[in-house]
């Protein structure tokens, strides 16, 4: 099956500084990709949803220039927790559509990546 | 807005030992309900799914019917193994195939011992 690879699975940071967390379709081009982040003992929420080569939509309740989100190729998102702080600290997982988010069958998630800020 | 609760885990169980994972949800319309699987170091995977009231999803020999009088969606397998450990997350969408807007429960954790 298809193959999403996140990069990287755990990362460990100081307060105030940036990270980049990609997302990577390995053997199909995602129009569309989708980041989500799960708080300890809480539901995976949606963040928000990029869509190659435009801007991408935020969900209610996320700051957009904290986390910033570039879908620059078919390929590849990136999204980055600017300024991070403790608070930040969360498991973010993304996902990428074969066919725009039409449907299930042809979403596929990354495996997640661990952030704690220290 | 729409919601999903599942039971708490983690659950540890014995290989061929009959598994339930609980799966409320909230929701103002009638959503199509989903579970996810992920197996350890692996991304989230579509494991079966119900678009409407009394549709039963099943797939590796797990089950799900989505009960709308109880708004339930509970995993069941019969005799589990231990190659099913593995984090289980219902979600709902409220679209009937869409996968924006996927709703998650906060997963459920299960290990099958030999």
């Known amino acids: 099956g298809a193959v999403v690879s996140q990069h990287p699975s755990r990362v460990i940071c100081k307060s105030g500084t940036s990270v980049k967390i990609e997302c990577r379709s390995l053997?199909?081009?995602?129009?569309?990709m989708f980041w989500y982040r799960q708080f300890p003992k809480q539901s995976l929420m949606l963040m928000a949803t990029?869509?190659?080569?435009?801007?991408?939509?935020?969900e209610q309740g996320v700051e957009k220039d904290k986390f910033l989100i570039n879908h620059a190729s078919l390929t590849l998102s990136t999204l980055t927790v600017t300024s991070a702080h403790p608070e930040d600290s969360s498991f973010y997982i993304c996902?990428?559509?074969?066919?725009?988010?039409?449907?299930?069958?042809?979403?596929?998630f990354g495996s997640g990546t661990q952030l704690s800020v220290l | 807005g729409d919601s999903v609760t599942q039971m708490e885990g983690p659950v540890t169980l014995s290989e061929e030992a009959f598994l339930t994972i609980n799966c409320t949800y909230t929701a103002t319309g009638y959503p199509s309900l989903f579970w996810y699987v992920q197996y350890p170091g692996e991304g989230l995977q579509l494991l079966l799914k119900?678009?409407?009231?009394?549709d039963k999803g099943s797939n590796k020999g797990f089950e799900a019917t989505y009960r709308k009088e109880t708004t339930s969606f509970h995993l069941e397998k019969g005799s589990v193994q231990v190659s099913d450990s593995a984090v289980y997350f219902c979600?709902?969408?409220?679209?009937?195939?869409?996968?924006?807007?996927?709703?998650f429960g906060q997963g459920t954790r299960l290990t099958i011992n030999p």
């Open positions: 979600a709902l969408s409220d679209r009937p195939q869409g996968a924006q807007k996927l709703v």
């Open positions: 990029s869509n190659e080569g435009s801007k991408a939509t935020y």
């Open positions: 996902s990428a559509s074969r066919d725009r988010g039409r449907t299930n069958e042809k979403l596929f």
């Open positions: 119900a678009t409407k009231a009394d």
């Open positions: 053997d199909f081009q995602a129009t569309t």
